[in-house]
């Protein structure tokens, strides 16, 4: 196969396969953890990565790890080697010693090919031929995807270690064809022995059958050569029972250890879960932010028993990185924590703290001593003051960005710090990184709650003053809109003129106080009524209100015999002050308005303008025709008229213009009494109360 481009885009071996060559390295190589650190910095890449199960590389990390292993170890042979022991290093797990018995090597070829892209999805394994000792694979490369010597190498290692260990016996691998040899595909032809456990008292039986007959050539004794062939077939049986025994009982611890290491395992894991839920539930019960991070640190210490834990938090306004809260330290050390404050520089990868926020990657010291060299001088003498000797620090992410570190120690070296710990903590941190910008905004929120409160009082206030001078709709698009509130639009509405008759004359004998506190009464009664049925006032012009009804729960009609019902109720509030009863005149018509501010920048009104609002006013003053406490509305509302009953005028020219428009006036309710807001909803209401009388004249 040909090198491309596209072998080496594409992301086809998990991280499992570099576990495999680590762990062979340090147990049969005996590398330090230094030392295989340094082989991923070689490659680079960070060795956090053998953490992250969904971590996958291309060809050319595979071959980039490769070349530097065989440099650092001398050995072209690796590969094959790490394959041997990788199957091996995988039945000392609790998975691999609980399977043993369990899994055949017939039953793992036959599905080899799903077992195989949990590690690589670089080639296609199928099996070929499997029997009770024998199976014949092939494997393929993927399209895009160049494979090795050495990855086919490893292959064959891991395929004769399996079929060895899973039969318990010897195992042999052959290579029939090969890639590397020209041919399309790989094709291994492996061999294994089955162990076969027979009775004991089969060996034993048969011992004893074939040592009688020599017993009696050599005493020509029948009785005697019989005892002989009975004690040493049973001597034969006892050690082949002994032996059988002992097996068994190594196979039994073998498994009670693994089963132990198990509920170890899930113990620890119960104990995680815990924590986690412990911290989501307590970070829904703190107050502050303060509060939230000493509950984690010692939910944290009491449930994984570190000595230590810390939580610092980055500070953007300041620039500083610094303790929000700590578990486990005392004293004055407990105070300098507190009081430590670390600069945030970008360029810093001598500050371990500092380190881990910039890089957004966590970092595993198991020995401090061993580090010194390269941390800044502060972060020395830092680790000198708190006796570190091991700790990890993680980074609290959210949304991409660095929020702070969570990190912890054990300062008891007969509970080292192992991968599983900064496996937990970065989940920690993920969780942390979910409510610690939640916190810092209530807390924003708190703190200007106050302050909030007394602007909403302000505009409370502003809204119930403005209200007095323009329409409650002014100030409701003033408060929604915005900078949008001076647009003007154009709409369908009924408007309404209702005029105080002769007030010209009236006013005349009355002092100005006198005069406003009679229109004070007056509009006061009217506005109470406009807002039962949805109006609006828009405008106060002297005596006279300009009033507007727009929406669907509406009613012009309704709301222009209801002015003329509380003429009662305004002149028995005038007749209490000593005042002359007023009437009044109400005209109605419908039609398409201007609607919104008009005028300079100096002057602004919100009005209503147009055609419509000009015959309104028309329609007001023809009311002096018709007599004192009148409504008269335009043919344009007839339609909304079926529930009164009401005189065509016939049609008046009207002042101004040419066209003339044809005139009613309303009378009353065709049904009786004074029916609200609503003709439809009142007539269904009548209706219910009329059903509920049947039904309850049925009852008695």
């Not at 494979?147 to 260990?165: D, M, S, T, V």
């Not at 094709?187 to 060996?203: D, H, K, M, Q, V």
């Not at 003429?567 to 109400?586: F, M, Q, W």
Request: net charge positive; glycine share 8%.
């Amino acid at each position: 196969m040909h090198s491309s481009p596209s072998a080496y885009s594409s992301k086809f071996y998990n991280v499992k396969l570099l576990r495999n060559y680590v762990a062979y390295l340090r147990e049969k190589c005996g590398w330090p953890d230094e030392k295989v650190e340094q082989l991923f910095e070689l490659c680079g890449r960070d060795i956090s990565c053998l953490n992250a199960d969904d971590f996958w590389f291309d060809q050319s990390m595979a071959d980039l790890f490769q070349e530097k292993l065989q440099q650092m170890t001398g050995d072209k042979e690796v590969a094959y080697k790490v394959g041997c022991y990788a199957f091996s290093a995988y039945t000392k797990g609790i998975a691999g010693r609980l399977a043993q018995s369990l899994i055949s090597p017939k039953v793992l070829f036959k599905n080899i090919g799903k077992y195989s892209m949990a590690y690589s999805r670089g080639a296609v394994i199928r099996a070929v031929q499997v029997g009770s000792t024998k199976a014949v694979l092939q494997s393929q490369p993927v399209e895009g995807c160049e494979e090795k010597p050495f990855q086919c190498l490893n292959r064959k290692g891991i395929l004769e270690a399996a079929a060895a260990y899973l039969g318990g016996g010897k195992a042999k691998l052959e290579e029939k064809k090969c890639l590397h040899r020209g041919d399309h595909y790989c094709e291994y032809e492996i061999t294994w022995e089955n162990r076969l456990n027979f009775p004991a008292a089969l060996p034993a039986g048969i011992t004893g059958v074939f040592a009688a007959p020599l017993f009696f050539l050599g005493t020509r004794q029948p009785v005697l050569s019989f005892l002989a062939a009975l004690s040493l077939g049973q001597f034969v049986y006892f050690f082949l029972a002994f032996r059988e025994n002992r097996r068994l009982r190594a196979m039994v611890r073998e498994k009670d250890g693994a089963l132990q290491e198990s509920l170890r395992l899930f113990q620890r894991r119960y104990d995680e879960n815990t924590l986690k839920q412990n911290i989501l539930f307590n970070s829904f019960h703190d107050a502050s932010l303060g509060e939230i991070c000493g509950s984690a640190v010692k939910t944290i210490k009491d449930h994984m028993k570190y000595d230590r834990v810390m939580v610092l938090l980055a500070d953007s306004e300041r620039n500083i990185l610094k303790t929000a809260a700590t578990a486990g330290l005392a004293g004055d050390i407990k105070e300098l924590m507190e009081m430590a404050e670390f600069n945030i520089n970008p360029d810093n990868t001598q500050g371990f703290f500092i380190n881990v926020l910039n890089t957004k990657a966590p970092l595993f010291l198991r020995d401090a001593q061993k580090r010194m060299n390269q941390l800044s001088y502060r972060s020395r003498r830092l680790l000198k003051l708190l006796g570190t000797k091991a700790f990890i620090a993680v980074p609290i992410m959210a949304s991409g960005q660095a929020l702070g570190v969570l990190a912890v120690e054990n300062t008891d070296e007969s509970r080292p710090l192992v991968n599983d710990d900064m496996d937990l903590l970065m989940e920690v941190a993920k969780l942390m990184g979910h409510f610690i910008p939640n916190a810092r905004n209530f807390e924003a929120v708190r703190k200007s709650e106050k302050l909030a409160k007394v602007l909403e009082e302000q505009e409370r206030q502003l809204r119930k003053t403005f209200q007095k001078f323009v329409p409650g709709e002014a100030v409701s698009r003033l408060s929604h809109f915005g900078s949008e509130f001076q647009s003007v639009q154009k709409r369908t509405v009924d408007v309404m003129f209702v005029d105080v008759v002769g007030f010209t004359t009236f006013s005349e004998q009355l002092q100005p106080e006198e005069v406003a506190d009679v229109l004070n009464t007056y509009i006061d009664e009217v506005q109470k009524t406009v807002n039962r049925h949805n109006g609006k006032i828009n405008k106060i012009i002297g005596d006279g209100l300009l009033i507007y009804f727009d929406g669907k729960e509406t009613d012009s009609l309704m709301a222009g015999y209801a002015i003329l019902k509380c003429v009662e109720t305004i002149n028995s509030r005038l007749r209490d002050k000593g005042y002359a009863p007023i009437s009044l005149g109400v005209g109605a018509h419908r039609g398409v308005c201007t609607l919104g501010l008009i005028g300079t920048d100096e002057r602004l009104d919100y009005t209503l303008i147009g055609d419509t609002v000009n015959v309104a006013a028309r329609i007001e003053s023809y009311t002096r025709h018709t007599g004192p406490n009148t409504f008269c509305f335009s043919s344009a509302l007839a339609g909304e008229a079926r529930g009164f009953k009401y005189v065509s005028k016939g049609k008046v020219s009207l002042k101004g213009r040419k066209v003339s428009v044809e005139i009613f006036q309303l009378i009353r309710p065709r049904r009786h009494g004074f029916p609200g807001p609503g003709r439809a909803r009142v007539a269904g209401q009548a209706k219910r109360l009329s059903e509920m009388a049947s039904l309850t004249k049925a009852d008695h």
